[in-house]
């Protein structure tokens, strides 16, 4: 690999690593305020889980991931894993 090439490589990497960090800073904060709705709805005597609306939220989501140009079903897995459910 020629410096230029590793130079370049390195920039990618970097991008990714930035872009990474991102995700992890967007799903804590999620989880907080995931956590909030159930300290919520456990007060209000609701029930934590939403399966329709969880459903709902993937569908939608997995719309506009195809709109973009993202491959649904692994779209779908990883969204069903972030959102807690596992679709059958």
Do not use: F, N, Y
């Not at 090439?5 to 690593?17: G, I, K, M, P, T």
């Not at 799903?27 to 909030?36: H, I, Q, S």
């Amino acid at each position: 690999m020629t410096p230029t090439q590793q130079a370049q490589l390195e920039a990618a990497r970097a991008q990714l690593d930035a872009l990474d960090d991102a995700l992890l800073d967007l799903l804590e904060r999620r989880a907080t305020a995931v956590a909030a709705l159930w300290a919520w709805k456990h007060d209000e005597g609701l029930p934590r889980a939403d399966p329709a609306r969880e459903e709902a939220v993937i569908d939608s989501l997995v719309a506009k991931g195809i709109a973009r140009g993202l491959e649904p079903e692994a779209l779908r897995r990883v969204l069903a894993t972030i959102i807690g459910r596992r679709l059958r």
